[in-house]
């Protein structure tokens, strides 16, 4: 059965930061391209990061992320991760881990980060 599990979301005060995992089970974990989305409470699902199979070298992010958030992997682990640093009101909403690969595509359930003094 094949499970992607987000934690670490929560309340984190402006400027603040806080580091999503999304523990991947049931598939190759290694060979799938890792995402992170996040949806906005009435706004689109919008790619945040999305880092390459294996080694992860390709790695890309949305502009309004660039230079605060960092995302990675460790196939040891079968676990991506997503480091958010420097947060602001923008950045709440939930945020969904995604694998995709080999004409399949998996989605976690979210974890909520909601950015607030």
């Known amino acids: 059965q094949v499970r992607l599990v987000e934690s670490g979301g929560g309340l984190v005060q402006p400027g603040g930061s806080v580091r999503l995992s999304c523990a991947a089970s049931?598939?190759?974990?290694?060979?799938?391209?890792m995402n992170w989305y996040r949806q906005a409470e009435g706004k689109a699902r919008e790619l945040v990061a999305r880092?390459?199979?294996?080694?992860?070298?390709?790695?890309s992010y949305a502009d309004s992320v660039k230079g605060r958030f960092t995302i990675s992997r460790d196939n040891s682990k079968n676990t991506t991760y997503l480091q958010m640093d420097n947060l602001t009101s923008d950045d709440t909403a939930v945020y969904y881990c995604?694998?995709?690969?080999?004409?399949?595509?998996?989605w976690g359930q979210g974890t909520q980060v909601t950015v607030s003094s």
């Open positions: 995604n694998a995709d690969g080999w004409n399949t595509n998996y």
């Open positions: 049931g598939f190759n974990f290694g060979l799938y391209r």
């Open positions: 880092i390459g199979p294996l080694s992860g070298s390709a790695i």
